[in-house]
């Protein structure tokens, strides 16, 4: 070998190494932040039953695979079936997850009903299918929870998913509202966990790549162009490439709301509040301290206008 050769071969090994190590970095990233949403949601307990829905996309691939991670370092005990509803789309590969499936060794269901055709029926051409097919969706997965014994049923949304419902409501909706890491099911009897809810898009995009997952289109409304999530989606893409730290910010924010400093009647009772001459550090002041850093000479921030 010449001299040349064997610095290609060290070269080489080096950057095998270095990715090798960016990949191990990524999965305890992941395990890291799905463990912590965990925790601080207590979205699993001991004896669980969790019903993993497996869309076949990049996040509920992502979703399974720390969850049996986990589940295999937890110290409490918790049984995963994933479930992928069929939901008759042509040219749908139906054999990719169960060949998948068979090969992880792990319980799993598919549950074959065709919502295609009814969204298909009762939607216009041209017209957004996504909020009629995500309802049909979710009533067939809390039946098959039921018929599973499954306690728990587990999506794969994660933070960016969140934080574009967030903005999809506000602008869209005139709510502020999101889409929680757990919640109870408007039938009350299941409960919704989003355990990938810290976990950002970019990170389950670089994991299905690095794990070879086997991704199925969406050819029902993945094709569909000009969706308002998509809008919303491309704007806080700009943000965080021109103002980066702010979608970070706006994501904390949903974790600490003020409610006396909104204006949900519901939420405190502007009707009956009254003086009372106890300070409150939440009481109303001229300005918020600003969050910014000092400003240069010869310029003005907002707390001196």
């Not at 699993?44 to 695979?65: F, H």
């Not at 103002?243 to 006396?260: A, D, I, Y």
């Amino acid at each position: 070998m010449s001299e040349a050769d064997f610095d290609q071969v060290n070269a080489d090994a080096k950057k095998a190494d270095k990715i090798a190590y960016e990949n191990n970095k990524l999965h305890k990233r992941l395990c890291r932040l799905v463990g912590q949403a965990i925790g601080d949601f207590n979205m699993i307990e001991d004896g669980d039953k969790v019903m993993v829905c497996l869309s076949g996309g990049k996040d509920s691939y992502a979703l399974l695979d720390i969850l049996m991670t986990l589940r295999e370092r937890a110290p409490i005990h918790f049984d995963i079936v994933a479930v992928n509803l069929d939901q008759k789309q042509p040219n749908f590969p139906a054999e990719i997850l169960p060949a998948y499936l068979e090969k992880l060794g792990i319980p799993y269901h598919i549950e074959n009903q065709d919502t295609y055709s009814i969204v298909k029926r009762l939607v216009p051409e041209g017209k957004t299918t996504c909020s009629l097919c995500s309802r049909l969706r979710r009533g067939i997965l809390y039946r098959v929870a039921d018929e599973l014994g499954c306690n728990k049923i587990a999506l794969g949304h994660h933070r960016d998913d969140i934080l574009e419902t967030f903005f999809l409501n506000m602008f869209f909706g005139g709510k502020l509202k999101g889409m929680p890491a757990k919640l109870v099911s408007d039938d009350g009897k299941h409960m919704v966990i989003r355990p990938l809810a810290y976990v950002k898009e970019a990170d389950t995009e670089r994991y299905a790549e690095v794990k070879g997952f086997p991704i199925i289109p969406c050819d029902l409304c993945g094709s569909q162009e000009n969706l308002q999530r998509k809008q919303i989606k491309a704007m806080l893409r700009d943000w965080e490439k021109k103002h980066p730290g702010r979608v970070e910010n706006v994501f904390s924010s949903l974790s600490t709301v003020v409610p006396s400093h909104l204006q949900d009647r519901s939420l405190f009772g502007f009707v009956d509040l009254k003086t009372d001459g106890v300070p409150n550090p939440l009481g109303d002041i001229a300005f918020d301290e600003e969050p910014c850093s000092t400003p240069a000479p010869n310029t003005i921030s907002l707390t001196q206008l």
